[in-house]
């Protein structure tokens, strides 16, 4: 089976069980890809709809706020704080609007800080304290989208325990078979890639393998591992619609 097929029968799984979440009465899951539905098209957001009527978007902050990870496993809790972090970053932008970049607000990552499960934590703080170090899985540099057309496209639905392997697979297949994140010159045998595997090398090549061999894991037309590697600038620019 190739990996377009596998990318097809992950995201009819993905619609399946999102509503079979829904009827099982997973509150926070059901809301968020209820949200994500409504307010995501094309990999970009409605900021402006959103500012007009944040309803939904306020009490999805407030459930975030309040939530119980007591009893969650490990599935439930990385999921929690996989959309944790994607509608934060939407009230963030939503907040400061009107913006061209999330760069525009001083300390949007490293400093403003949110409710989240009981704590007051930044941005960076969830992803770099509760997801990273925690679960030691790059796959979730194609799940977190910081509100950038830099960033892989924000999905329209929501990130979901009982499929959250599937759903990553499914993302990381995704982009790395972009040709406009991954960007390979067959002729000069050159490839120039996302910054994000700049940043977090060390994510990437933590199982002893290269960057080129993590993409390729992934990747149906294979990039041969003596092509030249380079990291495009990433694009800061807003992803809203």
Known sequence: MNMKMMHKIYIFLIIICTFLSANNGDDFFEATGKFLANHVKDGKVNYSALKENSSELDDLTKTIA?????????AETKAFWLNAYNILVIRGVVTHLPINSPLDVEGFFKTITYP???????????????????????????????????????????????ILDEQLDASTIEILNDDSFIIVDEKAKKVAVSEIFNWFRGDFENEGVTILEYINRYREAKIPGDYELSFNPYNWQLNSL
């Open 66 to 74: 309040e939530f119980d990870l007591g009893n969650l496993n490990a």
């Open 116 to 162: 989240a499960a009981g704590e007051n934590l930044t941005l960076d703080d969830i992803e770099h304290k509760k997801i990273r170090p925690v679960y030691g899985d790059a796959r979730i540099h194609f799940a977190l989208v910081c509100a950038a057309l830099g960033c892989p496209p924000i999905k329209p639905f929501a990130y979901l325990p009982a």
